[in-house]
């Protein structure tokens, strides 16, 4: 059984489709019965996924911290909410064991997940995949910026290696 940690905005962007998707990924992978962390909130496409997850009968921890929760809300319905005191306290409960991680659409806080999953795994503080769901293009920007970074020597070819890009929700499952 894997332990996928889930990165997604709070928001839900501007298009119906990401949340359409967000929920449909819970649910498959939420189906597959492998343990599913994610920020804890209710709103934006982090509920989404949430909702699609438990709708699937999945066990899904949230971990929010407590001056957050009051504004993007802790989930009610999922299996437990940690409320932590820090940032660094979520997402160091976030990470620790997590086999898989996801990548939605999102804003500063997905992005600043994620760039510091991936400092981690290049510096094997972790090992993990990371899987990043390009819907509609929407990380091509950052796919540009790290094909950047390493083509001028900051960053080795094999750092990506643990990287999986997807356009679908078929591809993005195909990947675990």
């Given at each position: 059984m894997?332990?996928?940690?889930?990165f997604?905005?709070a928001a839900?962007?501007?298009?119906?489709?990401?949340?359409?998707?967000?929920?449909?990924?819970?649910q498959i992978?939420?189906s597959?019965?492998h343990k599913?962390?994610y920020?804890?909130?209710r709103t934006?496409l982090?509920?989404?996924?949430a909702d699609g997850?438990v709708?699937?009968g999945?066990?899904?921890?949230?971990?929010?911290?407590?001056?957050?929760?009051?504004q993007?809300?802790g989930h009610?319905?999922?299996?437990?909410?940690i409320?932590?005191s820090?940032?660094h306290?979520?997402?160091?409960?976030?990470?620790k064991?997590?086999t898989d991680f996801i990548?939605?659409?999102?804003?500063?806080?997905?992005l600043?997940e994620?760039?510091?999953?991936?400092t981690?795994?290049q510096?094997?503080?972790l090992?993990?995949?990371?899987?990043?769901?390009?819907?509609?293009?929407?990380w091509?920007?950052?796919?540009?910026?790290?094909?950047?970074i390493?083509?001028?020597?900051?960053?080795?070819?094999?750092?990506?290696g643990y990287?999986?890009?997807?356009?679908?929700?078929?591809?993005?499952?195909?990947?675990?």
């Amino acid at each position: 059984m894997k332990t996928i940690c889930v990165f997604a905005g709070a928001a839900s962007g501007s298009s119906p489709q990401f949340s359409e998707e967000a929920f449909r990924i819970g649910q498959i992978i939420g189906s597959k019965g492998h343990k599913i962390i994610y920020g804890g909130g209710r709103t934006g496409l982090m509920g989404a996924f949430a909702d699609g997850a438990v709708t699937s009968g999945a066990h899904v921890t949230g971990i929010i911290p407590e001056f957050l929760e009051s504004q993007e809300i802790g989930h009610k319905k999922i299996t437990e909410l940690i409320i932590t005191s820090s940032m660094h306290e979520r997402k160091s409960l976030m990470y620790k064991n997590t086999t898989d991680f996801i990548l939605l659409p999102g804003g500063l806080g997905s992005l600043d997940e994620t760039m510091e999953v991936l400092t981690w795994c290049q510096l094997k503080i972790l090992q993990a995949r990371f899987h990043i769901f390009d819907c509609n293009g929407f990380w091509q920007p950052m796919k540009k910026l790290l094909t950047h970074i390493n083509k001028h020597g900051f960053m080795h070819d094999t750092n990506l290696g643990y990287v999986f890009w997807a356009n679908t929700v078929d591809e993005l499952l195909d990947n675990f």
